[in-house]
């Protein structure tokens, strides 16, 4: 497992942007499959983004597809979220994930380490 601590979120209104960023405590270069998550109230955690290990393959949502871009930096041990042309749907608390045995990169149980979130809240 790796630590992992978010920032970035905070209050924008509809169409805006915002990036979040993952600071992962260890290296994630070879290790981890990264990846993006996110909670709204009263609904499940639903999968937002991952980025394969060396950062050429990225995953989407189709919720999010078009808008939001994952990348990491290994050499830095950061991961990033830019979300771009924002909805109010997108409001949720965003969480940044690990997996080192990424047997399903859409799926959260196959992530080990987790932030403990930012929330991101876009308004009308």
């Known amino acids: 497992q790796v630590q992992l601590v978010e920032s970035g979120g905070g209050l924008v209104q509809a169409g805006g942007s915002l990036r979040l960023s993952c600071a992962a405590s260890?290296?994630?270069?070879?290790?981890?499959?990264m990846g993006w998550f996110r909670q709204a109230p009263g609904k499940e955690r639903e999968f937002v983004a991952a980025?394969?290990?060396?950062?050429?393959?990225?995953y989407y949502a189709d919720s999010v597809k078009g808008r939001f871009t994952i990348s990491r930096d290994n050499a830095k041990n950061m991961v990033y979220l830019e979300m771009n042309s924002l909805k109010p749907e997108d409001t949720a608390v965003y969480h940044c994930a690990g997996a080192n045995v990424p047997f399903a990169v859409r799926i959260s149980t196959a992530y080990d380490s987790w932030g403990q979130g930012t929330q991101v809240t876009v308004s009308s």
């Open positions: 260890g290296r994630i270069s070879t290790t981890y499959v």
């Open positions: 980025i394969g290990r060396s950062g050429g393959i990225t």
